[in-house]
Nanobody
Framework: QVQVVESGGGLVQVGGSLKLSCTAS????????MGWFRQAPGKQREFVAG????????YYADSVKGRFTISRDNAINKVYLQMNSLKPEDTAVYYC?????????????????WGQGTQVTVSS
């Protein structure tokens, strides 16, 4: 049984920073491509960032490129999302997801395991 758990959400002012963490247990962490998605009220879940199994390749949505950084530490089974220069439109529930395949996908249905989500609210 694979479990994915996010942490680190909260309330932050415009222009501020926040770092999300995620851990996946139940299988070898390095066997997963990891991704971050988000969903705002009334909107579809959208891809934010993904990182390859070894951490050497990353992929970002255009809306966060240059502001967000995804990274992973396979030694402690964690993936991170560093979010800088936050905007009100970044407000959403952020989800961490694990994918058993090789390539980073921006499609939610490609991911096998999901966390419960963590709320990020950017106030103006």
């Amino acid at each position: 049984q694979v479990q994915v758990v996010e942490s680190g959400g909260g309330l932050v002012q415009v222009g501020g920073s926040l770092k999300l963490s995620c851990t996946a247990s139940g299988r070898t962490f390095s066997s997963f491509v990891m991704g971050w998605f988000r969903q705002a009220p009334g909107k579809q879940r959208e891809f934010v960032a993904g990182v390859s199994r070894g951490g050497d390749n990353t992929y970002y949505a255009d809306s966060v490129k240059g502001r967000f950084t995804i990274s992973r530490d396979n030694a402690i089974n964690k993936v991170y999302l560093q979010m800088n220069s936050l905007k009100p439109e970044d407000t959403a529930v952020y989800y961490c997801a694990a994918d058993s395949t090789v390539f980073i996908s921006a499609i939610p249905s490609a991911y096998d395991y999901w966390g419960q989500g963590t709320q990020v609210t950017v106030s103006s």
